[in-house]
């Protein structure tokens, strides 16, 4: 996957994976919304002059591996080292984070 590629997505208050996106907002054949504008670089639909709404008339969003990360202080990333990114929907975990100075790595 590229650098450049989004790692997950938003809508509905919530992260989602590129398979549950993709499952819900493609072109691909099986997919809630049949759309043939543009896609983005994971197939999930992105034509600018139409954005993709979820059900609460927000556009969704493209989450970068450089943006899903939290700054904590460093009491609480001493004793909670590990971030998580899961998907909403299927609660798989899309991305994990190690705080260099946790507990794991000392």
Not at 76 to 81: G, H, K, M, R, T
């Amino acid at each position: 996957m590229s650098y450049y590629s989004p790692i997950s997505y938003t809508y509905e208050a919530d992260t989602h994976c590129i398979s549950c996106t993709r499952r819900r907002f493609s072109a691909e054949p099986g997919a809630a919304m049949k759309f043939t504008k543009d896609t983005d670089s994971n197939g999930v639909w992105c034509d600018p002059e139409y954005p993709t709404l979820d059900n609460e008339g927000n556009e969704i969003g493209a989450l970068y591996s450089w943006e899903e990360w939290q700054e904590f202080d460093e009491g609480f990333l001493a004793e909670n080292p590990t971030q998580y990114l899961t998907c909403g929907s299927c609660l798989e975990v899309i991305e994990e984070y190690i705080h260099e100075g946790g507990a794991n790595n000392v």
